[in-house]
Structure formats: structure tokens, C-alpha cells
Antibody
Framework: EVHILESGGGLVQPGKSLRLSCAAS????????MSWVRQAPGKGLEWVSG????????NYAESVKGRFTISRDTSNNTLYLQMNTLRAEDTAIYHC?????????WGQGTVVTVSS | DIQMTQSPSAMSAPVGDTVTITCRAS??????LAWFQQKPGKVPKRLIY???TLQSGVPSRFSGSGSGTEFTLTISSLQPEDFATYYC?????????FGQGTKVEIK
């Protein structure tokens, strides 16, 4: 059974950093395009960042470009999102997701709160 | 960047009605369009992919259509469990973009 589990969220002060992790089971991350999607309280879904399958080309929403870095570790089948210079507007639930293909898999998400 | 304009933002309908939600892309997205359903406190669930392919396990009252820049999600014979928020997503080119969402409520 395919499964995704995110971790690493928490309360952090503005300007600080946080690294989110996404552990996948039942499928091999590097074979698929993977994304981070966030949802601020009471708001809609926002695609944040993605990494392609295979070569691992990375892409970002304008709102996080230059501050966030997506990466993956193929040895432990884990996706990461390094978030630097955090702002209040980054407060959200962050989901790791496989959106494309015959199956779409989402994790339950990890909560990031940016506040002093 | 491709903009996705989803309409309406909210609607109310009685059980049994047919509901139509539209997403318009700012440029051709080659049918790389998915529809998601999200219920409060739950993870989004994909209903439709590549514009019109029904996700396995999703009831056949859900259907997707369209091509190029205009796409539609139709729910035939609305059921109580269908009251939720629906989002479209274009994944033709980065950055991927979601529509603003459509909240479907009971009338």
C-alpha cells in the first residue's frame, strides 16, 4: 500500500528556518514527480514546489522562490523541503503529494506556524 | 505563469441536482488538468485526471470535460457526501497552479 508521512513542522519565529520531511512507502519517490502543497488556515490549496521524476528538476512558486529548497534522498526514499527566512504568510499545513499518474497520493500534512 | 480562474467560488444546490464547476486557464494546458475534492479537515482527493479520466473508485456521477483552456467538472445527481470544496489544478507547466476553489453547500 502506498503511503506518505510528513514531519518536521512546528512553531518558528519569523526569519528562522525549518526542514520538512516526507517519507514514502509502497512506491519509489525518484520515479515520480513529487510536490509540496500548502493550505493556509481557511484558505485554498497552493502549490509550493515540485521535483521531477528521474533527473530531479526543481521548481517553485514565486512566493517561495529563493527561500525554499526541495530535495530528495533516494537512499531512504524521502523528500525534503528546506524553508528559510520564514514569514507569517508561510503559516499553513504542508502536504507532500504525488499528483500525477494513475494514483494520486497525499500525506496528512505537517503544520507550520510562523509567529513571534 | 498560468492562471487558473475557477467559478463559481461558492454555490448551493439540493440533493439530486446537477452541478457544474468551470476552470479557465490563461493558456493551453494540453489537458493536464485534475479535479480534487476536499472535505473539512481532510486531505484533498483526486476525482479526475487529464481532464476527463475518472479516478478509480470515484462514483460515475462525477465527470470531467473540456480541452485547451476551458474545463468543467460535473456532478450529476448531487449526493449528501458530495458537499465539499472542489479545486482544479493545472500541471502542464511550472509553477503548477490551483483554481481558487468552489464550495458546494446544501440548499
Amino acid at each position: 500500500e502506498v503511503h506518505i508521512l510528513e514531519s518536521g513542522g512546528g512553531l518558528v519565529q519569523p526569519g528562522k528556518s525549518l526542514r520538512l520531511s516526507c517519507a514514502a512507502s509502497g512506491f519509489t519517490l525518484k520515479n515520480y514527480a513529487m510536490s509540496w502543497v500548502r493550505q493556509a488556515p481557511g484558505k485554498g490549496l497552493e502549490w509550493v514546489s515540485g521535483i521531477s521524476g528521474g533527473g530531479g528538476t526543481t521548481n517553485y512558486a514565486e512566493s517561495v522562490k529563493g527561500r525554499f529548497t526541495i530535495s530528495r534522498d533516494t537512499s531512504n526514499n524521502t523528500l525534503y523541503l528546506q524553508m528559510n527566512t520564514l514569514r507569517a504568510e508561510d503559516t499553513a499545513i504542508y502536504h507532500c503529494a504525488k499528483v500525477e499518474g494513475y494514483t494520486s497520493v497525499w500525506g496528512q500534512g505537517t503544520v507550520v506556524t510562523v509567529s513571534s | 505563469d498560468i492562471q487558473m480562474t475557477q467559478s463559481p467560488s461558492a454555490m448551493s444546490a439540493p440533493v439530486g441536482d446537477t452541478v457544474t464547476i468551470t476552470c479557465r486557464a490563461s493558456q493551453d494546458i494540453n489537458n493536464y488538468l485534475a479535479w480534487f475534492q476536499q472535505k473539512p479537515g481532510k486531505v484533498p482527493k483526486r476525482l479526475i485526471y487529464v481532464a476527463s479520466t475518472l479516478q478509480s473508485g470515484v462514483p460515475s456521477r462525477f465527470s470531467g470535460s473540456g480541452s485547451g483552456t476551458e474545463f468543467t467538472l460535473t456532478i450529476s445527481s448531487l449526493q449528501p457526501e458530495d458537499f465539499a470544496t472542489y479545486y482544479c489544478l493545472q500541471h502542464d507547466s511550472y509553477p503548477w497552479t490551483f483554481g481558487q476553489g468552489t464550495k458546494v453547500e446544501i440548499k
